[in-house]
């Protein structure tokens, strides 16, 4: 590979993952971060160091059992560079796209849409920072505060707990320093609201966030990205909750032994959690079949694009939709809150929906060929894995490693590959001097 495909932008994002993905691999082997006797096993440490850099939350040793303190400050700094990494790293792609410039230490955007208007990548780091700092530690406060008073946890513990939760939340990485997660909190408001809100905040993404605090009530001055992405998120938090309520409302596994008000959070807090943040208070073994098929949507969506979110994204899932629409009504053009969406958006849209449904295919039937798991268990961790959200029936452990790699290969994928891909489309878009004749081909 040439120095300069090397330092292309599309291919920075992958590169740097890797090295941060090896270095977290390096430190989980060493003795000291492992709580037993020995060092972890090189697949062990690999696969934790993956999930926790893609900020997935996939596990296949318990966190707070396996993992000695120093581990666990390890994961937490693996998944605090990675949410930190994708959301910078995506926001600087994204402004490179809609300014047409490249240039290696600075990215100069013209204020096409007026939502970022950031002249240098210091400005960038600076704000991303800071939101991330000052979102992690009001959570932190808030989870330790409540722990401490209302669980008996000592403060030193709280703290630890709260702080681990808050970064993992607003990471959308969901590892837990408890053994069922937030099985034990599943009807503490208290708990879960603060979780809830730090997982849709790091999910929406930056861009958003930075265009609601210079424009918090203007909806007419929103971009189109910060509209799909705000209606898009909470349709699909209202509607997941609603569904999953019809399924798992009386359901003794799961939600049945609560009363209303624990059934009715814990509905919204996995119609929340299911889109990217791998978190569960209830038993996702126990779920019905039509809840688990309802995750599949929820997980391959995500959240929002240059966020810590995975899935193909708001903004594609709903772009689309509104091509369809189009389609339907005859009309040439696609409009979206009456602003035209260009051809090559378009395109890039299904380019990527069409890749990922095809490596979730390939990757399906490689883990039924590895394991004698029924299909949709089997499609599920494919698809947690995939769009980085972590939640388990509880097969992961038991996974032989050839069928851990598929796995690991899925996180890294999801995770790099939908910022990287977009990335290339756009910055590869480049008319033709010729057209050639046209001809309709019969579809349907």
């Known amino acids: 590979m040439s120095r300069t495909g090397i330092q292309h932008p599309a291919r920075i994002v992958p590169l740097a993952f890797l090295v941060v993905i090896c270095l977290g691999t390096a430190l989980l082997m060493l003795p000291g971060a492992r709580a037993g006797d020995g060092s972890a096993p090189f697949m062990t440490a690999l696969f934790t160091s993956t999930s926790a850099v893609c900020v997935t939350g996939l596990i296949v040793e318990d966190t707070p059992l396996y993992w000695s303190t120093f581990g666990q400050w390890v994961i937490l700094g693996l998944f605090q560079v990675g949410g930190f990494g994708i959301m910078t790293g995506a926001t600087l792609l994204g402004l490179m796209v809609a300014g047409r410039l490249g240039l290696r230490t600075r990215l100069i955007a013209q204020a096409e849409t007026h939502s970022l208007g950031l002249g240098d990548v210091t400005g960038v780091l600076k704000l991303v920072l800071i939101t991330t700092v000052c979102v992690e530690a009001l959570t932190a406060a808030a989870l330790a505060l409540r722990l401490h008073h209302g669980y008996g946890e000592p403060m030193a513990t709280a703290l630890w707990n709260g702080l681990f939760h808050s970064v993992s939340a607003f990471n959308n990485a969901g590892f ?11 009807a503490d408001p208290w708990i879960l609201g603060p979780v809830m809100l730090a997982i849709v905040l790091g999910g929406l993404g930056f861009p958003v966030l930075y265009e609601l605090r210079q424009r918090p009530l203007a909806w007419a001055r929103w971009s189109i990205h910060t509209r799909i992405t705000l209606l898009g998120t909470a349709v699909l938090i209202v509607g997941g909750m609603l569904m999953i309520a019809l399924f798992e409302w009386r359901n003794p596994g799961t939600a049945g032994p609560l009363d209303g008000a624990g059934r009715t959070l814990a509905m919204l807090f996995h119609s929340v959690t299911a889109r990217t943040a791998g978190f569960n208070t209830l038993d996702v073994g126990a ?18 694009s240059a ?14 939709g509104f091509v369809v629409w189009a389609e339907i009504r005859g009309h040439r053009d696609t409009t979206v809150f ?53 939640l388990s029936t509880g097969i992961t452990g038991t996974l032989s490693e ?12 999801g995770r790099v590959g939908t910022i990287t891909v977009a990335t290339a489309l756009a910055l590869h878009t480049r008319p033709r001097p010729f057209r050639y004749p046209e001809e309709r081909p019969i579809v349907g």
């Open 402 to 413: 050839p069928a851990q790699g598929v796995l690991i290969a899925l996180m890294f994928i």
């Open 287 to 304: 779920m019905r079949s039509e809840t688990l098929a309802v995750h599949y949507v929820l997980m391959f969506i995500g959240g929002g």
């Open 307 to 320: 966020g810590t979110a995975g899935g193909i994204k708001l903004t594609t899932f709903f772009l689309l």
């Open 338 to 390: 009456q602003r035209r969406i260009s051809h090559e958006t378009q395109r890039q849209a299904l380019t990527i929906v069409l890749l990922a449904v095809t490596v979730l295919a390939v990757a399906t039937l490689a883990l039924m060929a590895l394991t004698a798991l029924p299909l949709e268990v089997v499609m599920f961790e494919a698809i947690s894995a995939f769009a980085t959200v972590g």
């Open 176 to 186: 837990s320093t408890y053994s069922d997660s937030l099985m034990g909190f599943v």
